[in-house]
């Protein structure tokens, strides 16, 4: 089982409410015991070193977690936290705030397993503002019998800015799964919105007759709750849904859009699912049928794996909120370990969250476009720029910033070449991530490969690739982005895979222009090609980094030349993150 990112909706008032909360996405629980989706060896040996904790990622002081809301002037974080281990278990809302998004104080925990609802977990949920003065919560809670329902709880002191107290309702368990409802398979209410006819309506991550559904709920006070004949949504080509997320979203990147607001026909909706056959994030764009209450995608994909992904890498749980206070939308993600258990449990703590996205529509209306949030330029120092450099094939130029583990690194290159490119092989689109292994980066191509090695050592030995590939598909160019994380690191035993997919670039012909973002935090690398069109987060552990000396460089080892139109790479400052309030 697993559960999410909650999230809270803003309803006429300036509130933001993002709960960050995830059960243990990325992992199955089996008596107890972590068990991950992918290899993974619980017995390599543990080198633990503070240079592997992030700087400026939020993550718990210590312990397990995968885990923001925005209410009167501060961001609340809550998240799933085991106050007894670095593994999965005796889950609680673990709470911190901010007023960046970047810098947080850690407070006492929000919700603990104290009810008979939820004595066995208070897993993720979402919050929504009903008025001015009513802020509630929803959160699936695993009951005496293991079944899983949805509760409620409120502030017991809405004046209170950290909000630090909360109180279940006296009628939880609000929603049960009966009849054909899996009981093991029912978790993750989303943040509620109002219909035309001023019901509000929220919908509940679900398994039926072995496929995925969001089914919907309707309520006149948001206690009493009635499902819908139909569901929001379903497949037949998956399992359960843990995670959705429903919500408009805009063609402006500052223009994001309350789900309660009535919108101009111009906007979609993103209906997010995040599935535990393969540990991904993926979404449908579309149009909300309010007559009918059901999600109408733009296009119907049969199989989930050709289904648009939120990110290509090592990123679960997504949730996003509305954030009126800048009007824009938010995404925040969780990002798991990727060593092994046994290193979490001498380590102390597992789990961090990806870097907030701001997340709008692509002119094209047929993509979601993510980018990181302005805020974390404020630990922007030391800028290190270089211009109009041609990339001869063979070429590694080095970017000599003052901390190569600790950096925010933004190129442009211009691609001059693109008539002479590979041709395409259309089956490649069923496993980008094996291209990405196979046409690794000291694969020589025409057009790529180009980008940015990072954490590397003195040696390469180990390196994190993250480049392109432009390959000619009839009429138009197919852009692969990979972010190679099998030289990572000397050590044996560790999950280090190729991550990968095809970016739709509409203006490339045009423009011939091709950009990448990479975000370095000691151990996550956080990767956005093509303008935020294509998004790949790694967890990385190489040995170079207890050290201290790392390395990055911009390369073109295709035997095309590349044009580098502008570098600009940035050292980056710590952030204040988990510490005490005073």
């Given at each position: 089982m697993?559960t ?5 909706l803003?309803?006429s008032?300036?509130?933001q409410?993002?709960l960050s909360?995830?059960y243990?996405?990325s992992l ?5 015991q ?9 017995k390599v040996?543990s080198i ?14 210590q ?7 925005y209410f009167?002037g501060?961001y609340?974080?809550?998240y799933?936290?085991?106050p007894?281990?670095?593994l ?5 809302w673990g709470?911190?705030?901010s007023?960046d998004?970047?810098?947080?104080i850690r407070?006492e925990p929000?919700?603990?397993r104290?009810?008979?609802?939820d004595?066995k977990?208070?897993w993720?949920?979402?919050a929504?503002?009903l008025?001015?003065?009513?802020l509630v ?9 293991n079944?899983q329902?949805?509760?409620?709880a409120v502030?017991?002191n809405?004046s209170?800015?950290?909000?630090r107290e ?6 939880n ?5 009966v009849g054909?409802l899996?009981?093991g ?7 509620g919105?109002l219909?035309p006819d ?13 496929h995925g559904a969001?089914?919907l709920?309707?309520?006149?006070d ?5 499902r819908t ?16 997320d429903?919500y408009?979203v805009?063609y402006e990147?500052?223009?994001g859009?309350?789900p309660s607001v009535?919108?101009?026909g111009?906007?979609?909706r993103v ?7 393969t540990?991904?994030?993926y ?6 049928d309010?007559?009918n ?10 199989e989930?794996w ?10 679960y749980a997504?949730?996003?909120f ?9 995404l ?8 092994s ?7 102390g703590w597992?789990g961090?969250?990806?870097i907030?996205?701001?997340v709008?529509?692509d ?5 979601l476009?993510q980018w ?6 404020s ?7 270089l211009?109009d450099t041609e990339?001869?094939s063979?070429?590694?130029l080095e970017?000599n910033?003052?901390?190569a583990?600790l950096?925010d ?19 490649w ?5 094996g ?11 025409v057009?790529g490969?180009?980008?940015l090695?990072?954490l590397a ?13 432009v390959?000619k598909?009839?009429?138009?160019y ?8 099998t ?15 095809f970016l739709?670039?509409p203006?490339l012909?045009?423009?011939?222009k091709?950009?990448?973002?990479t975000?370095i935090?000691h ?5 956005f090609?093509?303008g935020g069109r ?5 967890r990385?552990?190489p040995?170079?980094?207890?050290t201290g000396?790392?390395?990055i ?6 035997s ?5 139109t502008n570098?600009t790479?940035?050292?980056?400052r710590?952030?204040s993150?988990n510490?005490?309030r005073a």
């Amino acid at each position: 089982m697993a559960t999410w990112s909650p999230s809270l909706l803003h309803c006429s008032v300036i509130i933001q409410l993002y709960l960050s909360l995830h059960y243990f996405s990325s992992l199955i629980s089996t008596n107890g015991q972590r068990v991950f989706l992918f290899p993974q060896s619980d017995k390599v040996s543990s080198i633990v070193s503070k240079q592997y904790r992030t700087a400026f990622h939020f993550q718990p002081p210590q312990n397990w977690i995968n885990g923001p809301m925005y209410f009167n002037g501060v961001y609340h974080l809550f998240y799933q936290y085991n106050p007894n281990g670095s593994l999965w278990g005796d889950i609680i809302w673990g709470h911190s705030v901010s007023t960046d998004l970047i810098n947080w104080i850690r407070l006492e925990p929000a919700l603990n397993r104290t009810s008979p609802f939820d004595i066995k977990g208070c897993w993720s949920g979402s919050a929504t503002i009903l008025s001015l003065n009513q802020l509630v919560i929803l959160y699936t809670g695993a009951n005496t019998e293991n079944q899983q329902v949805q509760n409620m709880a409120v502030p017991k002191n809405q004046s209170d800015p950290y909000l630090r107290e909360w109180v279940k309702s006296d009628h939880n368990p609000l929603i049960q799964p009966v009849g054909d409802l899996d009981p093991g398979n029912f978790r993750d209410p989303t943040t509620g919105w109002l219909g035309p006819d001023g019901l509000w309506r929220i919908a509940v991550g679900a398994e039926l007759n072995g496929h995925g559904a969001a089914i919907l709920y309707k309520s006149e006070d948001f206690v009493h709750w009635n499902r819908t004949k139909k569901p929001l949504h379903s497949t037949n080509s998956s399992r359960i849904w843990e995670c959705p997320d429903f919500y408009p979203v805009s063609y402006e990147r500052n223009q994001g859009l309350d789900p309660s607001v009535p919108g101009s026909g111009k906007e979609k909706r993103v209906l997010k699912m995040s599935l535990t056959d393969t540990r991904m994030d993926y979404y449908l764009l579309g149009r909300y049928d309010e007559e009918n209450d059901v999600f109408m995608p733009d296009k119907e994909i049969e199989e989930y794996w050709m289904w648009p992904r939120l990110d290509f890498g090592n990123y679960y749980a997504s949730k996003s909120f509305y954030d009126l206070n800048k009007g824009r939308r938010i995404l925040c993600g969780w990002t798991n370990e990727s060593d092994s258990s046994s290193d979490d449990v001498a380590k102390g703590w597992a789990g961090i969250h990806a870097i907030p996205r701001s997340v709008w529509l692509d002119t094209t209306g047929k993509q979601l476009i993510q980018w990181p949030v302005e805020e974390i330029e404020s630990l922007r120092t030391n800028a290190v720029h270089l211009q109009d450099t041609e990339l001869k094939s063979g070429t590694k130029l080095e970017v000599n910033v003052t901390d190569a583990s600790l950096a925010d690194v933004e190129v442009e290159f211009n691609l001059p070449n693109l008539e002479n490119a590979e041709d395409f092989d259309s089956s490649w689109l069923a496993d980008p991530e094996g291209l990405c292994g196979t046409q690794n980066a000291t694969w020589k191509g025409v057009i790529g490969p180009f980008g940015l090695l990072v954490l590397a050592s003195d040696t390469l030995d180990e390196l994190i690739a993250v480049f392109f590939r432009v390959y000619k598909d009839q009429n138009r160019y197919m852009v692969l982005m990979c972010s190679d994380t099998t030289r990572s690191s000397l050590r044996e035993g560790m999950y280090k895979p190729a991550y990968g997919g095809f970016l739709d670039i509409p203006h490339l012909v045009r423009g011939r222009k091709l950009s990448l973002r990479t975000l370095i935090d000691h151990s996550v690398v956080e990767s956005f090609g093509g303008g935020g069109r294509g998004c790949i987060t790694a967890r990385v552990y190489p040995m170079a980094i207890t050290t201290g000396n790392t390395h990055i460089y911009v390369f073109n080892y295709g035997s095309a030349t590349v044009g580098m139109t502008n570098l600009t790479a940035w050292s980056m400052r710590k952030a204040s993150v988990n510490q005490k309030r005073a």
